[in-house]
């Protein structure tokens, strides 16, 4: 894995811990203003689903850095499999 690709993949998961870091930011601020049960857990729902992938992006970042592909062609079927996998809940 390039420096580069590694760089921006860091950039993708950081981003997206933060966003869930926001998130919840805002569930504390709706709990505070005693909003309606539902309304949190819809919230929090969405706070699971942006660790879960940020847990994907960083086990697909350590495949990606730890497989040495011998040509091309593996590479990308490496490559296709985790896009799947990032996809998969």
């Known amino acids: 894995m390039s ?3 590694e760089e921006l993949a ?12 926001g998130q919840l930011d805002g569930i504390l601020r709706m709990m505070d203003d005693g ?10 729902s969405a706070v699971k ?3 879960d992938k940020a847990m994907k992006q ?8 730890n497989v040495n592909c011998v040509n091309e ?14 996809k998969t809940k």
């Open 73 to 86: 062609q593996q590479l990308s079927n490496l490559q296709n499999s985790l896009d799947l996998l990032l």
């Open 35 to 44: 909003r309606p049960c539902n309304e949190v857990l819809v919230q929090l």
């Open 10 to 21: 860091n950039k993708k998961i950081t981003s997206q811990i933060k966003r869930s870091r």
């Open 49 to 51: 689903s942006g660790v």
């Open 58 to 65: 960083v086990i697909a970042q350590n495949i990606r850095s």
């Open 3 to 5: 420096q580069e690709s």
